[in-house]
């Protein structure tokens, strides 16, 4: 029997991040648009969590909302983000200082976002970027800051002979990895991956996945991925999380989300990508286009586009429940059709 989600609903306690009823706006001359709309969600120690949906849905709002890099116009009206600490209810990181923040980006949740060459400082080497980190933020001497440095190199698979190296003398593929290396310099409890392959090759895509599988089961810590290719996250996720115009419409296991995905949204996202396997490899695209955030239509969001939408998804908003090992957005698994 499907169950409504109350507002707020999230992980246990025990578990690593609490994200709860969590809405951010955007203020802009047209009007306010609500690019995160009330979403809960929950992260495990040592859990990689995807996060997909298209270009806009809220996905890299709602990541960088956590450790609060939103810039303007972009604004937190509402809900609570929540850093476990294992033995209570943690703290909310909404609630914290500036320098209490301070404390917590890098040694508690670190982030590696789109473009490494963009958040690499071009003009230094890539050991004093990494000694930077360290010392800025442990008391540690500078011989001692290079050897860890030279450690993280080696443990992303970069050489130490790339320590001298400048940001654009690297491929992609090595920016990345110097990128990664740095989100992991103060071994923080949750990395927080922000379409961190899309400007690379296939072939590199591939293996930055890998990289960070193995860092992760070797290290420990969670990881939540977000990207618009749910092909990718398949790959390396625990768990995936689908966004569709500021909301989650659909959360589950990663491997229930490929074999049986539930929300409409969810199925025409996975059949807009291409596969090598199975009889049937035609791309069917989603038709039309994401609501606008300023003025969203009434009733279910995805109604527009979706092919299964009937008189009461263009009238009334669904509500979040519990299907079996999943939770969905849908009318179609709402409480009234639901039999006991």
């Not at 992260?43 to 996060?51: A, H, S, T, V």
């Not at 209490?100 to 949740?109: A, T, Y």
């Not at 768990?239 to 074999?259: F, K, N």
Request: with cysteine; hydrophobic share 40%.
């Amino acid at each position: 029997m499907a169950e409504p989600l109350t507002a707020g609903t999230t992980a246990p306690p025990t578990g690593l991040l609490s994200i709860e009823n969590l809405t951010v706006d955007f203020h802009t001359p047209r009007g306010t648009a609500r690019a995160v709309d009330g979403v809960s969600l929950g992260l495990f120690p040592g859990e990689i969590l995807g996060l997909a949906g298209e270009s806009g849905c809220g996905k890299s709002t709602l990541a960088m909302a956590v450790p609060r890099l939103l810039r303007d116009p972009a604004v937190i009206t509402g809900g609570r983000v929540r850093l476990g600490d294992g033995d209570g209810d943690g703290v909310d990181l909404l609630g914290l200082s500036d320098e209490e923040l301070r404390r917590v980006r890098w040694r508690d949740i670190a982030v590696v976002f789109q473009n490494a060459m963009n958040a690499l400082n071009p003009v230094l080497r890539v050991e004093a970027q990494l000694v930077d980190v360290i010392r800025t933020h442990e008391r540690t001497g500078r011989r001692e800051a290079r050897e860890r440095a030279a450690r993280l190199c080696g443990l992303v698979g970069i050489g130490a002979d790339r320590l001298r190296a400048y940001p654009h003398e690297l491929s992609g593929g090595m920016r990345q990895r110097i990128a990664i290396a740095i989100a992991l310099a103060l071994r923080p409890r949750l990395l927080i991956m922000d379409e961190p392959t899309t400007a690379l090759d296939v072939v590199v895509q591939r293996e930055i996945i890998a990289e960070v599988r193995r860092l992760q089961e070797r290290l420990g810590f969670a990881v939540l991925f977000i990207t618009h290719d749910i092909s990718l996250l398949v790959e390396i996720s625990d768990r995936i999380a689908i966004m569709y115009a500021g909301e989650v419409v659909e959360l589950a296991d990663a491997r229930t989300i490929l074999d049986d995905p539930a929300h409409p949204y969810t199925r025409g996202l996975l059949a807009s990508f291409p596969t090598l396997h199975g009889d049937d490899t035609r791309l069917t695209g989603i038709p039309g286009a994401p609501p606008d955030l300023v003025d969203p239509p009434p009733g279910c969001r995805f109604a527009p586009r979706c092919p299964s939408a009937h008189d009461r998804c263009r009238a009334e908003r669904p509500v979040r429940v519990t299907v079996g090992d999943r939770d969905v957005a849908c009318h179609l698994y709402g409480p009234a059709e639901v039999t006991p």
